[in-house]
C-alpha cells in the first residue's frame, strides 16, 4: 500500500487525462490519495473529483498563503462555511506561510494562518502546513500550539536536521517527503537520517516536483513510487516495509482505518 499524501489533480493540468492518471496511481499501489485545496477557486473542482473517487480520493479545506490578499477575510469566511456545513473533509490545508514569491501579504498570512489553525483545533482535524521561505515565521506561529491536540504534517519538507529537530518537537506531527529528495543536489537525504521512518509520510505535490526520472515533467500520483523507492534506499530498508510505515502514519494524521 502506498499512499501520497498531498496532491493536486484536480487543477487543470489534468482535466485532458484524470483517469488515466488515476488508472496509473493504482496500478503503482496507491490506495489513497489526499488533496489540499487552494482557495475558493478550486473547492469545487477539488471536491468533484473526490465525489468521482470515492475511498480513493479525499479533500482538504483551507486558504493557501499564496492566495492571502487585500481579500483574505471573504475568502477566509468561504472556508469557514465549508467547515461548519460538511463533514467531508478530512484536514485543513493547505495553509501556512510562503515568503518566496512575495511578503506583500506577511502579516495578513500570520492572521490566516492562525484563525485555520484554531478553526483546527475546534473542529477536531488535522492540519497540511505550507512552507516556504518562512521557517522561523512558521515555528514562532506554531510553539503556542505544542501542547494542545494539534496533529498535521509539515508538508514539502526540504530543511535542515536541525530543523527536522524542531519540527518533530510537536508530536502529533509528520514531515511530508517528495520528489526533491530525489534531485541530485539536495541535502535532504542527509536530514533524514536523523528523522525516524514513524515521523515522515510520503507525497508528490503533483503536478509540481516530479522526483528522478521524471524531474522536470509534469507530476502524478503514480511517482510516489520513485519517493518511496529512494527513501527507502537512504533508511536501508526493505520497500515494502517503507510503504507500509509511512501509509500507517498517513493514515493516523487524518483520522483514517483502513
Given at each position: 500500500m502506498l499512499i501520497d499524501t498531498h496532491s493536486h489533480l484536480f487543477v487543470e493540468e489534468f482535466t485532458e487525462d484524470l483517469p488515466l492518471v488515476?488508472?496509473?496511481?493504482?496500478?503503482?499501489?496507491?490506495?489513497?490519495?489526499?488533496?489540499?485545496n487552494i482557495d475558493s477557486t478550486t473547492i469545487d473542482a477539488m471536491l468533484s473529483v473526490c465525489r468521482d473517487y470515492p475511498g480513493f480520493c479525499y479533500p482538504m479545506i483551507g486558504l493557501h498563503p499564496t492566495s492571502v490578499n487585500e481579500s483574505y477575510e471573504q475568502e477566509l469566511a468561504i472556508v469557514?462555511?465549508?467547515?461548519?456545513?460538511?463533514?467531508?473533509?478530512?484536514?485543513?490545508?493547505?495553509?501556512?506561510?510562503?515568503?518566496?514569491?512575495?511578503?506583500?501579504?506577511?502579516?495578513?498570512?500570520?492572521?490566516?494562518?492562525?484563525?485555520?489553525?484554531?478553526?483546527?483545533?475546534?473542529?477536531?482535524?488535522?492540519?497540511?502546513?505550507h512552507s516556504r521561505e518562512a521557517f522561523e515565521y512558521i515555528y514562532k506561529v506554531m510553539e503556542p500550539y505544542k501542547n494542545t491536540p494539534l496533529?498535521?504534517?509539515?508538508?514539502?519538507f526540504t530543511g535542515t536536521s536541525e530543523e527536522a529537530a524542531k519540527l518533530l518537537e510537536f508530536e502529533g506531527f509528520m514531515?511530508?517527503?517528495?520528489?526533491?529528495?530525489?534531485?541530485?543536489?539536495?541535502?535532504?537525504?542527509?536530514?533524514?537520517?536523523?528523522?525516524?521512518l514513524e515521523r515522515i509520510v510520503l507525497e508528490?505535490?503533483?503536478?509540481?516536483?516530479?522526483?528522478?526520472?521524471?524531474?522536470?515533467?509534469?507530476?502524478?500520483?503514480?511517482?510516489?513510487?520513485?519517493?518511496?523507492?529512494?527513501v527507502?534506499?537512504?533508511?536501508?530498508?526493505?520497500?515494502?516495509?517503507?510503504?507500509?510505515?509511512?501509509?500507517?502514519?498517513?493514515?493516523?494524521?487524518?483520522?483514517i482505518r483502513k
Open positions: 488515476m488508472e496509473r496511481a493504482q496500478k503503482a499501489g496507491v490506495s489513497y490519495i489526499f488533496m489540499p469557514h462555511k465549508y467547515l461548519s456545513t460538511s463533514r467531508e473533509f478530512v484536514a485543513i490545508g493547505e495553509i501556512g506561510l510562503d515568503l518566496y514569491w512575495d511578503k506583500t501579504f506577511l502579516k495578513e498570512q500570520i492572521l490566516v494562518f492562525e484563525k485555520q489553525i484554531e478553526w483546527a483545533l475546534e473542529y477536531g482535524l488535522p492540519i497540511v502546513i496533529t498535521g504534517i509539515f508538508h514539502s514531515l511530508g517527503i517528495n520528489g526533491v529528495v530525489t534531485f541530485k543536489k539536495s541535502t535532504l537525504p542527509e536530514a533524514l537520517t536523523t528523522v525516524p508528490t505535490d503533483s503536478p509540481y516536483l516530479a522526483p528522478v526520472p521524471n524531474r522536470g515533467k509534469r507530476n502524478e500520483s503514480a511517482n510516489v513510487r520513485d519517493t518511496l523507492m529512494k527507502a534506499d537512504i533508511y536501508q530498508m526493505d520497500p515494502e516495509y517503507v510503504a507500509q510505515v509511512t501509509s500507517v502514519n498517513a493514515l493516523k494524521v487524518f483520522g
